[in-house]
């Protein structure tokens, strides 16, 4: 039905005008800058969640995200990646139009690079795709066909196996988090367990996801909240009884914490009482210890969902209290 536009686009997908260079980059990137081609898988995803609504594709923190998670797959960890380079620059290739923000036209069509998000986002309000590009995004062969050209035109093939894993963790991570924010209360965790419908990758980035959101990136006990314009974020998600014994990713199961907080909530050396207030132990002062902001947390409320429903489950922070909390 659609063969004649997917044909037409899966040739220009594999036509992107990229960096090509020995010295920048490596043969298992044929030697071109990745960055176009990883953009795209990251729009795919998009439209495979349901996430785009409308013809403008946003400098968001999820896309943020996902452009960093698949970054990192082709890329060595002292490379990091800049999500401005290609979102500005794919403008050139065709399908990819920038939308100026309000009064920031001139300047839009003035500059000839954007390196840094910062810039971008004030400049420009997000990307229109060629109409029929997004028309044909929305149904399911088109986009795997297109994923297919990006995945085997720019990436050598022992990279395939894990780019096309992270396709399919991100789509069932991003389902996991929605069933785990919208059936809270049920025994979620047996349920979608019994139906082996998640791998365990996309169960962890899924939790990670609907703590994080619950908690708008807010740590629950200093309140830190620090999210770059690429999606990076202070705070992770904890489970407050662990998972290899509860298998529960309930929400309520969990607590965004930053990676101080993480880290002595995980040695019991801080916990949350019945009324949600911070306990901290006497451990923390018994030897020389510089404790920081730590030492002013003690008897502060914690910074909970703005949702009441997904606050700590009482059940989960009385085994905390009695297995993990150093009491003296
Ligand atoms: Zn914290």
């Known amino acids: 039905m659609n063969e004649g536009p997917t044909t037409e ?6 036509e992107l005008r990229t960096d090509a260079s020995r010295s920048r980059w490596s ?10 081609p990883l953009l795209l898988l990251c729009v795919l995803d998009l439209f495979e969640q349901g996430s785009i609504r409308s013809n403008l594709l946003e400098l968001t923190p999820d896309l943020g995200e996902l452009f960093t998670r698949y970054w990192a797959k082709v890329m060595p960890p002292d490379r990091r990646g800049n999500l401005a380079l290609p979102f500005f620059h794919l ?3 065709g399908f990819w139009r920038l939308i100026p923000n309000p009064g920031k036209k001139d300047v839009l069509d003035s500059v000839t690079q954007i390196r840094s998000l910062f810039q971008l986002r004030d400049t420009v309000a997000g990307a229109r795709l060629e109409e029929g590009l997004y028309k044909i995004l ?3 062969e088109p986009r795997a066909t297109l994923r297919a050209v990006l995945i085997e035109t720019y990436f050598a093939p022992e990279l395939w196996p894990a780019l096309l894993e992270q396709s399919a963790v991100n789509h069932e991570a991003f389902r996991y988090s929605e069933e785990l924010l919208q059936r809270n209360n049920a025994k979620i965790a047996e349920t979608l367990i019994e139906e082996k419908t998640y791998r365990p990758a996309a169960r962890d980035q899924g939790f990670r996801r609907a703590v994080v959101m619950a908690y708008v990136h807010r740590c629950a006990f200093c309140g830190i909240r620090v999210l770059t314009l690429d999606g990076h974020t202070a705070v992770e998600a904890s489970h407050i009884v662990p998972w290899s014994l509860s298998y529960d990713d309930r929400p ?7 990676r101080m907080c993480h880290w002595a909530f995980d040695e019991g050396l801080i916990r949350i009482s019945a009324g949600y207030e911070i306990v901290t132990s006497s451990q923390l002062t018994v030897v020389d210890n510089l404790l920081g902001y730590l030492m002013n947390l003690e008897g502060r409320g914690i910074f909970g969902p703005a949702q009441k429903l997904f606050w700590p489950d009482t059940e989960s922070l009385r085994w905390h209290h009695k297995y993990v909390f150093r009491a003296r």
């Open 27 to 36: 043969a298992l990137t044929y030697h071109r800058a990745p960055h176009k």
């Open 9 to 14: 686009y899966a040739k220009r997908f594999g």
């Open 252 to 258: 309520t199961n969990g607590i965004a914490l930053c």
């Open 138 to 140: 929305h149904a399911s």
């Open 91 to 93: 403008r050139s290739d």
